[in-house]
Protein backbone atom coordinates (compact mmCIF):
# COMPACT_ATOMS: atom_id res chain seq x y z
CA UNK A 1 0.00 0.00 0.00
CA UNK A 2 1.34 3.19 -0.88
CA UNK A 3 1.52 5.59 2.15
CA UNK A 4 2.05 9.18 0.72
CA UNK A 5 0.72 9.87 -2.91
CA UNK A 6 0.70 13.53 -4.37
CA UNK A 7 -1.30 14.73 -7.14
CA UNK A 8 -0.22 17.70 -9.29
CA UNK A 9 -3.31 19.42 -10.32
CA UNK A 10 -6.70 19.77 -8.86
CA UNK A 11 -8.48 20.17 -12.32
CA UNK A 12 -10.96 17.28 -13.30
CA UNK A 13 -8.12 14.77 -13.48
CA UNK A 14 -6.93 15.95 -10.21
CA UNK A 15 -9.61 15.51 -8.00
CA UNK A 16 -10.99 11.94 -9.62
CA UNK A 17 -7.57 10.50 -8.80
CA UNK A 18 -7.41 12.09 -5.48
CA UNK A 19 -10.72 10.86 -4.27
CA UNK A 20 -10.34 7.34 -5.94
CA UNK A 21 -6.55 7.61 -3.95
CA UNK A 22 -8.40 7.99 -0.72
CA UNK A 23 -11.21 5.91 -1.17
CA UNK A 24 -8.76 3.13 -1.83
CA UNK A 25 -6.81 3.75 1.96
CA UNK A 26 -3.75 5.80 0.20
CA UNK A 27 -2.63 9.40 2.53
CA UNK A 28 -3.52 12.02 -0.56
CA UNK A 29 -1.95 15.72 -1.13
CA UNK A 30 -3.34 17.58 -3.97
CA UNK A 31 -1.40 20.40 -5.07
CA UNK A 32 -2.39 23.05 -7.07
CA UNK A 33 -0.30 26.55 -8.51
CA UNK A 34 -3.57 28.11 -9.08
CA UNK A 35 -7.23 27.20 -7.55
CA UNK A 36 -8.93 23.70 -7.77
CA UNK A 37 -10.59 24.04 -10.94
CA UNK A 38 -9.22 27.63 -11.66
CA UNK A 39 -7.04 26.33 -15.11
CA UNK A 40 -7.82 24.80 -17.94
CA UNK A 41 -11.13 22.49 -16.06
CA UNK A 42 -13.06 25.80 -15.41
CA UNK A 43 -12.59 27.04 -18.37
CA UNK A 44 -14.29 23.87 -21.02
CA UNK A 45 -17.12 22.81 -23.02
CA UNK A 46 -16.73 20.25 -21.02
CA UNK A 47 -19.32 18.01 -23.18
CA UNK A 48 -19.24 14.14 -22.60
CA UNK A 49 -18.66 12.18 -25.45
CA UNK A 50 -17.33 9.40 -27.48
CA UNK A 51 -18.54 10.70 -31.03
CA UNK A 52 -16.62 10.22 -33.54
CA UNK A 53 -13.32 9.50 -31.62
CA UNK A 54 -10.59 6.89 -32.95
CA UNK A 55 -9.08 4.64 -33.04
CA UNK A 56 -11.44 1.88 -31.40
CA UNK A 57 -9.81 1.88 -27.56
CA UNK A 58 -10.35 5.17 -27.25
CA UNK A 59 -13.82 5.83 -28.36
CA UNK A 60 -14.43 2.35 -25.91
CA UNK A 61 -12.68 4.49 -23.42
CA UNK A 62 -14.74 7.24 -23.77
CA UNK A 63 -18.04 5.22 -23.44
CA UNK A 64 -16.64 3.81 -20.18
CA UNK A 65 -16.07 7.24 -18.85
CA UNK A 66 -19.51 8.14 -19.85
CA UNK A 67 -20.51 5.27 -18.03
CA UNK A 68 -18.55 6.23 -15.24
CA UNK A 69 -20.64 9.79 -14.83
CA UNK A 70 -23.89 8.26 -14.90
CA UNK A 71 -22.88 5.51 -12.24
CA UNK A 72 -21.81 8.65 -9.81
CA UNK A 73 -25.11 10.72 -10.75
CA UNK A 74 -26.63 7.94 -9.98
CA UNK A 75 -24.74 7.80 -6.32
CA UNK A 76 -25.00 11.92 -6.14
CA UNK A 77 -28.55 12.40 -6.96
CA UNK A 78 -28.55 15.96 -5.85
CA UNK A 79 -25.02 16.92 -7.12
CA UNK A 80 -26.53 18.81 -9.96
CA UNK A 81 -23.16 18.79 -11.99
CA UNK A 82 -24.37 15.52 -14.78
CA UNK A 83 -26.55 16.81 -17.50
CA UNK A 84 -27.10 13.80 -20.05
CA UNK A 85 -29.30 15.57 -21.97
CA UNK A 86 -28.38 14.70 -25.49
CA UNK A 87 -26.49 16.09 -28.63
CA UNK A 88 -27.70 17.73 -31.97
CA UNK A 89 -25.07 18.37 -34.72
CA UNK A 90 -25.80 19.33 -38.58
CA UNK A 91 -23.88 20.99 -41.45
CA UNK A 92 -24.18 23.36 -43.74
CA UNK A 93 -21.82 22.06 -47.02
CA UNK A 94 -21.59 19.09 -48.79
CA UNK A 95 -18.38 18.07 -47.61
CA UNK A 96 -19.36 18.55 -44.03
CA UNK A 97 -22.41 16.55 -44.70
CA UNK A 98 -20.99 13.56 -45.75
CA UNK A 99 -17.83 14.20 -43.21
CA UNK A 100 -20.83 13.76 -40.34
CA UNK A 101 -23.13 10.77 -42.11
CA UNK A 102 -19.45 8.71 -41.99
CA UNK A 103 -19.19 9.65 -38.52
CA UNK A 104 -22.45 8.34 -37.43
CA UNK A 105 -21.92 4.84 -39.74
CA UNK A 106 -18.95 4.58 -37.88
CA UNK A 107 -20.34 5.16 -34.62
CA UNK A 108 -23.38 3.45 -35.19
CA UNK A 109 -21.26 0.30 -36.41
CA UNK A 110 -19.66 0.40 -32.78
CA UNK A 111 -23.00 0.03 -31.18
CA UNK A 112 -23.50 3.50 -30.72
CA UNK A 113 -26.54 5.26 -29.79
CA UNK A 114 -27.35 7.38 -32.52
CA UNK A 115 -29.90 8.41 -34.76
CA UNK A 116 -30.81 10.79 -37.50
CA UNK A 117 -33.79 13.63 -37.25
CA UNK A 118 -35.59 15.94 -39.30
CA UNK A 119 -36.88 19.54 -38.82
CA UNK A 120 -39.75 18.88 -36.83
CA UNK A 121 -38.33 16.10 -34.91
CA UNK A 122 -35.91 18.74 -33.52
CA UNK A 123 -37.99 21.27 -32.71
CA UNK A 124 -39.59 19.08 -30.34
CA UNK A 125 -36.45 18.55 -28.46
CA UNK A 126 -35.50 22.25 -28.95
CA UNK A 127 -38.75 24.17 -29.12
CA UNK A 128 -36.84 27.90 -28.96
CA UNK A 129 -34.68 26.73 -31.50
CA UNK A 130 -35.61 28.73 -34.91
CA UNK A 131 -36.59 25.91 -36.96
CA UNK A 132 -35.87 28.21 -40.25
CA UNK A 133 -31.84 27.57 -38.78
CA UNK A 134 -32.30 24.22 -39.18
CA UNK A 135 -32.33 21.95 -42.21
CA UNK A 136 -35.30 19.78 -43.30
CA UNK A 137 -33.65 16.35 -42.42
CA UNK A 138 -29.57 15.31 -41.72
CA UNK A 139 -30.02 16.57 -38.64
CA UNK A 140 -27.97 13.37 -36.12
CA UNK A 141 -28.97 13.09 -32.92
CA UNK A 142 -26.83 11.86 -29.74
CA UNK A 143 -29.40 10.90 -27.30
CA UNK A 144 -26.51 9.65 -24.33
CA UNK A 145 -24.12 12.80 -24.83
CA UNK A 146 -24.21 15.72 -22.46
CA UNK A 147 -22.52 18.08 -20.41
CA UNK A 148 -20.86 18.23 -16.97
CA UNK A 149 -20.48 21.39 -14.65
CA UNK A 150 -16.77 20.84 -13.70
CA UNK A 151 -15.88 23.41 -10.56
CA UNK A 152 -19.01 21.92 -9.23
CA UNK A 153 -18.07 18.26 -9.84
CA UNK A 154 -14.44 19.11 -8.87
CA UNK A 155 -15.94 20.21 -5.32
CA UNK A 156 -17.62 17.46 -5.13
CA UNK A 157 -14.82 15.31 -5.61
CA UNK A 158 -12.52 17.11 -3.68
CA UNK A 159 -14.68 17.29 -0.53
CA UNK A 160 -15.05 13.62 -0.80
CA UNK A 161 -11.22 12.97 -0.86
CA UNK A 162 -10.71 15.91 1.76
CA UNK A 163 -13.32 14.06 4.20
CA UNK A 164 -11.20 11.11 3.68
CA UNK A 165 -8.17 13.20 5.06
CA UNK A 166 -6.61 13.96 1.82
CA UNK A 167 -5.14 17.66 2.08
CA UNK A 168 -5.79 20.10 -0.64
CA UNK A 169 -2.36 22.56 -1.53
CA UNK A 170 -4.23 25.49 -3.50
CA UNK A 171 -1.35 28.63 -5.29
CA UNK A 172 1.56 26.35 -4.46
CA UNK A 173 3.35 25.34 -7.68
CA UNK A 174 5.52 22.21 -7.62
CA UNK A 175 8.97 23.61 -8.81
CA UNK A 176 11.32 20.45 -8.22
CA UNK A 177 10.79 16.72 -8.03
CA UNK A 178 13.49 14.95 -6.08
CA UNK A 179 13.99 11.45 -8.43
CA UNK A 180 16.48 8.61 -6.81
CA UNK A 181 17.34 4.99 -7.36
CA UNK A 182 14.96 4.97 -9.99
CA UNK A 183 12.05 6.74 -8.42
CA UNK A 184 10.26 10.04 -7.29
CA UNK A 185 11.36 10.85 -3.63
CA UNK A 186 9.84 13.58 -3.00
CA UNK A 187 7.61 17.11 -4.19
CA UNK A 188 8.98 20.85 -3.56
CA UNK A 189 6.41 23.73 -3.77
CA UNK A 190 7.45 26.92 -4.27
CA UNK A 191 6.44 27.77 -0.32
CA UNK A 192 9.51 25.40 0.33
CA UNK A 193 7.77 23.09 1.40
CA UNK A 194 9.08 19.37 1.07
CA UNK A 195 6.26 16.18 -0.03
CA UNK A 196 7.65 12.94 0.97
CA UNK A 197 6.17 10.87 -2.48
CA UNK A 198 5.92 6.85 -2.29
CA UNK A 199 3.47 7.87 -5.64
CA UNK A 200 3.60 11.00 -7.63
CA UNK A 201 0.61 11.60 -10.36
CA UNK A 202 1.21 13.90 -13.17
CA UNK A 203 -2.73 16.00 -12.99
CA UNK A 204 -0.86 19.21 -14.31
CA UNK A 205 -3.03 19.33 -18.04
CA UNK A 206 -1.33 21.65 -19.89
CA UNK A 207 1.74 22.14 -17.01
CA UNK A 208 2.32 18.40 -17.90
CA UNK A 209 5.00 18.49 -20.04
CA UNK A 210 6.52 21.05 -17.50
CA UNK A 211 6.09 18.88 -14.21
CA UNK A 212 7.24 15.52 -16.51
CA UNK A 213 11.01 17.63 -17.44
CA UNK A 214 11.32 17.65 -13.80
CA UNK A 215 11.09 13.99 -13.83
CA UNK A 216 13.52 13.64 -16.69
CA UNK A 217 10.58 13.09 -19.07
CA UNK A 218 9.86 14.77 -22.38
CA UNK A 219 6.40 14.67 -23.00
CA UNK A 220 5.12 15.64 -26.37
CA UNK A 221 2.61 18.32 -26.12
CA UNK A 222 0.86 20.11 -28.73
CA UNK A 223 -1.78 22.46 -26.88
CA UNK A 224 -4.21 24.78 -28.02
CA UNK A 225 -5.93 28.03 -26.53
CA UNK A 226 -9.47 27.21 -26.60
CA UNK A 227 -12.09 30.55 -26.12
CA UNK A 228 -15.85 29.77 -24.61
CA UNK A 229 -18.33 32.85 -24.15
CA UNK A 230 -21.01 33.17 -21.56
CA UNK A 231 -23.86 34.71 -22.09
CA UNK A 232 -25.82 36.57 -19.81
CA UNK A 233 -29.20 34.98 -18.74
CA UNK A 234 -31.52 34.45 -22.08
CA UNK A 235 -34.85 34.01 -22.40
CA UNK A 236 -34.34 31.37 -24.11
CA UNK A 237 -34.79 27.15 -23.08
CA UNK A 238 -31.53 25.35 -24.26
CA UNK A 239 -31.47 21.97 -22.44
CA UNK A 240 -29.00 20.19 -24.80
CA UNK A 241 -25.64 20.54 -26.86
CA UNK A 242 -25.44 21.99 -29.75
CA UNK A 243 -23.05 21.96 -32.53
CA UNK A 244 -24.31 23.75 -35.34
CA UNK A 245 -22.34 24.58 -38.44
CA UNK A 246 -21.38 28.30 -36.89
CA UNK A 247 -21.64 28.20 -33.37
CA UNK A 248 -21.59 25.19 -30.91
CA UNK A 249 -23.56 26.00 -27.75
CA UNK A 250 -24.75 24.43 -24.21
CA UNK A 251 -27.04 25.55 -21.05
CA UNK A 252 -24.04 26.92 -18.31
CA UNK A 253 -26.89 27.01 -15.21
CA UNK A 254 -28.60 30.43 -14.31
CA UNK A 255 -30.30 30.46 -17.71
CA UNK A 256 -26.76 31.78 -19.44
CA UNK A 257 -25.19 30.25 -22.23
CA UNK A 258 -21.97 28.86 -22.55
CA UNK A 259 -21.08 29.75 -26.88
CA UNK A 260 -17.62 28.56 -29.12
CA UNK A 261 -16.67 28.95 -32.55
CA UNK A 262 -13.01 27.78 -33.74
CA UNK A 263 -12.68 31.24 -35.71
CA UNK A 264 -13.06 32.83 -31.93
CA UNK A 265 -10.01 30.66 -30.49
CA UNK A 266 -7.85 32.33 -33.35
CA UNK A 267 -9.11 35.61 -31.72
CA UNK A 268 -7.22 35.23 -28.39
CA UNK A 269 -3.91 37.22 -28.15
CA UNK A 270 -1.27 37.02 -25.56
CA UNK A 271 0.75 40.19 -24.80
CA UNK A 272 4.31 40.28 -23.77
CA UNK A 273 3.37 40.20 -20.31
CA UNK A 274 1.66 37.34 -20.77
CA UNK A 275 -2.07 38.90 -20.43
CA UNK A 276 -4.53 37.36 -22.44
CA UNK A 277 -7.60 39.09 -23.92
CA UNK A 278 -9.84 37.83 -26.89
CA UNK A 279 -11.07 40.68 -29.76
CA UNK A 280 -14.35 41.88 -28.72
CA UNK A 281 -15.75 42.09 -32.17
CA UNK A 282 -14.74 38.36 -32.69
CA UNK A 283 -16.55 37.69 -28.91
CA UNK A 284 -19.33 39.71 -30.39
CA UNK A 285 -19.58 37.83 -33.96
CA UNK A 286 -20.06 34.25 -31.55
CA UNK A 287 -22.97 35.73 -30.03
CA UNK A 288 -24.71 36.93 -32.89
CA UNK A 289 -23.86 33.11 -34.33
CA UNK A 290 -25.94 32.39 -31.25
CA UNK A 291 -28.78 34.31 -31.37
CA UNK A 292 -29.11 33.15 -34.98
CA UNK A 293 -29.92 29.84 -33.55
CA UNK A 294 -32.41 30.98 -30.80
CA UNK A 295 -33.66 34.28 -31.06
CA UNK A 296 -34.76 34.14 -27.63
CA UNK A 297 -31.34 34.92 -26.57
CA UNK A 298 -32.16 38.76 -27.47
CA UNK A 299 -30.35 41.37 -26.37
CA UNK A 300 -27.97 39.57 -24.36
CA UNK A 301 -24.45 40.18 -23.89
CA UNK A 302 -21.09 38.46 -23.01
CA UNK A 303 -21.13 38.45 -20.15
CA UNK A 304 -17.79 36.93 -19.70
CA UNK A 305 -15.03 35.29 -21.90
CA UNK A 306 -13.20 32.54 -20.51
CA UNK A 307 -9.58 30.97 -22.09
CA UNK A 308 -8.15 28.33 -21.63
CA UNK A 309 -4.86 26.20 -22.71
CA UNK A 310 -6.42 22.64 -23.93
CA UNK A 311 -3.55 19.87 -22.80
CA UNK A 312 -3.11 17.89 -26.33
CA UNK A 313 -0.40 14.90 -26.64
CA UNK A 314 1.35 15.16 -29.38
CA UNK A 315 -0.67 12.48 -31.10
CA UNK A 316 -4.05 13.33 -29.56
CA UNK A 317 -4.31 10.31 -27.54
CA UNK A 318 -4.57 10.59 -23.71
CA UNK A 319 -1.47 9.72 -21.51
CA UNK A 320 -2.51 7.78 -18.56
CA UNK A 321 -0.19 5.38 -15.88
CA UNK A 322 2.48 4.34 -14.80
CA UNK A 323 6.43 5.11 -16.02
CA UNK A 324 8.26 1.76 -17.06
CA UNK A 325 11.44 3.31 -16.01
CA UNK A 326 10.11 5.66 -13.08
CA UNK A 327 7.29 3.49 -12.00
CA UNK A 328 6.26 5.04 -8.73
CA UNK A 329 5.33 8.09 -11.28
CA UNK A 330 1.94 8.55 -13.29
CA UNK A 331 0.34 10.37 -15.89
CA UNK A 332 -3.44 11.51 -16.04
CA UNK A 333 -3.65 13.85 -18.78
CA UNK A 334 -5.79 14.11 -21.99
CA UNK A 335 -7.56 16.58 -24.30
CA UNK A 336 -10.92 14.80 -23.10
CA UNK A 337 -10.82 15.17 -19.22
CA UNK A 338 -14.40 15.99 -19.16
CA UNK A 339 -15.66 12.36 -20.27
CA UNK A 340 -12.55 10.54 -18.87
CA UNK A 341 -11.59 11.95 -15.65
CA UNK A 342 -13.61 9.77 -13.70
CA UNK A 343 -13.19 6.34 -15.41
CA UNK A 344 -9.59 6.91 -16.32
CA UNK A 345 -8.50 8.67 -12.90
CA UNK A 346 -9.92 5.43 -11.10
CA UNK A 347 -7.63 3.56 -13.16
CA UNK A 348 -4.80 5.34 -12.65
CA UNK A 349 -5.09 5.62 -8.52
CA UNK A 350 -5.62 2.07 -8.97
CA UNK A 351 -2.14 1.24 -10.66
CA UNK A 352 -0.73 4.60 -8.40
CA UNK A 353 -1.69 1.56 -5.43
CA UNK A 354 -0.08 -1.22 -6.90
CA UNK A 355 -2.71 -2.93 -8.80
CA UNK A 356 -2.13 -4.33 -12.87
CA UNK A 357 -4.52 -1.71 -15.03
CA UNK A 358 -2.37 -2.74 -18.48
CA UNK A 359 -5.87 -4.19 -19.65
CA UNK A 360 -7.31 -0.83 -19.84
CA UNK A 361 -3.91 1.71 -20.07
CA UNK A 362 -1.75 -0.12 -22.29
CA UNK A 363 -2.96 1.87 -25.26
CA UNK A 364 -2.33 5.03 -23.65
CA UNK A 365 0.92 4.82 -22.13
CA UNK A 366 3.69 7.01 -21.73
CA UNK A 367 6.10 4.95 -23.48
CA UNK A 368 3.92 5.29 -26.84
CA UNK A 369 3.54 9.19 -26.63
CA UNK A 370 7.26 9.25 -25.54
CA UNK A 371 7.83 7.12 -29.18
CA UNK A 372 6.12 10.02 -31.01
CA UNK A 373 8.79 12.24 -30.44
Not at 175 to 185: C, K, M
Not at 192 to 197: D, E
Not at 284 to 306: C, K, M, N, Q, W
Request: charged residues 20%.
Amino acid sequence: MVANAVVIGAGLYGAAVAASLTRRGARVTVVDAGSPGGGTSGATFSWTNSCGKQPRSYHDFSVEGMAAHRRLAADVPHGGWYHETGNLEWAATDADREALARKVAAVLDYGYEARWLGRAEASDLEPDLDPAALPEEGIAYFPREGWVEPVRLIGHLLSTAASAGAEVVPGDAVTGLEVSAGAVRAVRLASGRRLPADAVVNCAGPQAARIAELAGLALPMRNTRGVLVRTSPVAAAVARVIHAPHVHLRPDGGGRLLLHTPEVDGAARVSETGEVSVDRSAVREVVEAGRALYPGIGAASAESVRVGERPIPEDGLPVLGRVLGLPNFHFAVSHSGATLSLHAGDLVAAEALGEDRDDALAPFRFERSAAVH
